[in-house]
């Protein structure tokens, strides 16, 4: 299994522009996430997916959309560009929902998409 | 209020020694726990997860997790310096994870 694929690794953008961070996932996880991660600071989550056909805003959505097609494949949207959001973006998925007390909500990150908007 | 807190550090630690890392929480709902550790330049690795009171061992890691005042910790044992990386604390919040800034940890030789 190879888990959980972002591409791109590293992307710089100018103000204005439109991009997508490409995520997938090969576990069967019906959960998946996207998460910025700010210098020194935590993971912020952007958006969320309970399934195919279902997503719902985080803490942190304006400026992002997103869709999920499939089980596997949850893209995220940039749609013009800006300085705040140059951060580093993570993809990541689980079984099940935190907060169910069993190890199937244990999420499972991707290795990173670092932006920057100039 | 930040939901979750975690000293920032750098928390220094002689290799060999116990590292001691405490996170506190505000949702009093919350039931999963967990530390993730993160290298440099890297994402986020699941170190532990706890849902019980009371301690959870595994390896050279400890999780303790008190409900009743919050708070969850994560020991270190018998640093090394390839334990040098950023922890991070995630608690659950209304079925989405909340992650604290994390705290550095330092092995010195």
């Known amino acids: 299994n190879a888990g959980v694929t972002q591409t791109p690794k590293f992307r710089i953008l100018k103000i204005g522009q439109s991009m997508t961070l490409q995520c997938t996932q090969d576990?069967?996880?019906?959960?998946m996430y996207w998460y910025r991660q700010d210098p020194g600071m935590g993971l912020k989550l952007i958006y969320y997916?309970?399934?195919?056909?279902?997503?719902d805003k985080g803490e942190v959505p304006n400026g992002y959309n997103v869709s999920r097609s499939t089980t596997e494949d949850f893209p995220l949207r940039l749609e013009l560009a800006a300085p705040s959001q140059t951060s580093v973006y993570f993809c990541?998925?689980?079984?099940?929902?935190?907060?169910?007390?069993?190890?199937?909500?244990?999420?499972?990150f991707g290795p990173g998409t670092r932006l920057t908007v100039l | 209020q930040k939901e979750v807190e975690q000293n920032s550090g750098p928390l220094s630690v002689p290799e060999g020694a116990i590292a001691s890392l405490n996170c506190t929480y505000s949702?009093?709902?919350?039931?999963?726990f967990f530390w993730y550790r993160q290298y440099s330049g890297k994402s986020p690795e699941l170190i532990m997860f706890?849902?019980?009171?009371g301690d959870k061992e595994d390896g050279r890691f400890t999780a303790q997790l008190n409900k009743a005042s919050q708070y969850v910790s994560l020991l270190i044992r018998d640093s090394q310096p390839s334990d040098s990386a950023t922890y991070l604390c995630?608690?659950?919040?209304?079925?989405?994870?909340?992650f604290g800034a994390g705290t550095q940890v330092v092995v010195t030789p």
């Open positions: 706890i849902y019980s009171n």
């Open positions: 576990m069967n996880h019906n959960y």
């Open positions: 997916s309970v399934g195919a056909g279902i997503t």
């Open positions: 949702d009093r709902g919350s039931q999963s």
């Open positions: 995630a608690v659950d919040s209304w079925g989405k994870l909340q």
């Open positions: 990541a998925s689980s079984y099940g929902v935190p907060g169910l007390a069993g190890e199937g909500d244990t999420q499972y």
